[in-house]
């Protein structure tokens, strides 16, 4: 199918990156481009900025009916609150909801963010208190854990994920199944954890497994963000596929990971129309096509150079309005939260004190807090 061709129906893409204020025009058009009517920027850490979460609230204040933010924790909380991060996690939810975020995002279950950070066990006592917030609040959180199964095995990882620094079977990196433990104890604790798992959870291979998870958690839901390891998986046994599609309608959201490439490079590119209409095509595709269908080669970011066809599962419209927006609105809401101009004037004066105080208060370096200032700036601004 082509892009004019696809299924006529309202787009919420659940899992969009956005690097910089800078690529603001460039994602509204590829997002109009595209047909997605709204979208949920997920805020991930910044090493020279810090934070990305005012970023994403400037973008929200400028499309308020059409943004939503989940914005990441503050993962300075790790190195200075080492047996004290649950607490620390638990009023920053609050804090952040006020400001007018809908979620929270984690990547910290993605492998090389624990060999960056000093993160605890996701079900030690440390990060109790965090979830029984989010429990408590039902504040949806969208959640990186682990990464495909093949990053661990030596013969069978993709070249593009060794250069990214993605091979963890080096012993460094933490294992996948004991980080899947960790998850499976947090949820038996707290089962009633709004969580949607990024990228299928990474059990693509595995979908009876997850269909366990699905049918003990009724609040855990997955997203169809690539990975194109997914995608492969899907097409393996599609009839199998075609089944858990339908069976779990009602847990799976519409992503894409539009922003990724330019969040992910460096030097830092852009959001653009033909990598991020390949994420797009790919997914719907998938979802919508009854049949066989090819990408382009090395269009996608992350994709490879992908030779063998992959099949789709041609879903009924109804289903595809699930997946497309409805499961988005039931588990977070149809609108976006307002903003607390006030909350985020305070958040852009500790992130900027704190760019100060490690010395990076020179303009056009990594760490410049203009772009901070920039934040603060409007929503101080009398007549925005």
């Not at 852009?270 to 269908?293: H, K």
């Amino acid at each position: 199918m082509e892009m004019n061709e696809f299924y006529p129906c309202p787009l919420i893409d659940c899992h969009i990156h956005y690097p910089h204020p800078s690529q603001m025009p460039a994602l509204i058009q590829v997002c109009d481009s595209l047909k997605i009517e709204r979208f949920n920027i997920v805020c991930t850490p910044d090493r020279a900025r810090l934070s990305l979460v005012p970023d994403a609230l400037l973008l929200k204040a400028h499309h308020p009916q059409r943004v939503f933010v989940f914005g990441g924790l503050d993962v300075s909380v790790y190195f200075r609150f080492p047996g004290q991060v649950g607490a620390q996690f638990a009023a920053f939810v609050d804090f952040l909801a006020a400001a007018g975020c809908d979620g929270i995002k984690m990547i910290e279950g993605k492998p090389d963010m624990r060999k960056m950070l000093p993160i605890p066990p996701f079900d030690s006592d440390s990060f109790a208190p965090f979830w029984e917030k989010m429990v408590q609040a039902q504040m949806p959180l969208l959640m990186h854990v682990n990464d495909p199964e093949e990053f661990w095995d030596a013969q069978r990882v993709p070249d593009w994920a060794r250069l990214n620094g993605w091979f963890y079977g080096d012993g460094i990196f933490i294992n996948n199944e004991a980080q899947y433990a960790e998850i499976f104890t947090l949820l038996a604790r707290n089962p009633t954890l709004k969580v949607i798992f990024a990228h299928f959870f990474f059990l693509s291979a595995q979908l009876p497994r997850l269909a366990d998870l699905l049918d003990r958690y009724p609040n855990v839901a997955i997203d169809l963000t690539p990975g194109i390891e997914m995608y492969a998986n899907f097409s393996a046994d599609i009839e199998k596929t075609r089944d858990f599609f339908l069976k779990y309608q009602d847990r799976i959201l519409f992503g894409t990971d539009i922003g990724a490439r330019a969040l992910l490079t460096s030097p830092q590119t852009g959001i653009e129309l033909t990598e991020s209409q390949e994420r797009v095509y790919l997914v719907r595709n998938f979802l919508e096509c009854p049949g066989e269908f090819h990408l382009h080669p090395q269009r996608g970011f992350l994709f490879g150079d992908p030779q063998t066809p992959y099949r789709g599962l041609g879903l009924p419209g109804d289903v595809l309005h699930k997946i497309y927006h409805q499961n988005f609105e039931r588990l977070v809401s149809p609108t976006p939260r307002p903003l607390n101009p006030g909350l985020i004037m305070g958040m852009c004066d500790q992130i900027e004190a704190a760019l100060q105080a490690q010395g990076s208060s020179q303009p056009g370096v990594p760490g410049d807090p203009s772009v901070v200032r920039q934040v603060r700036s409007y929503f101080a601004s009398p007549g925005r």
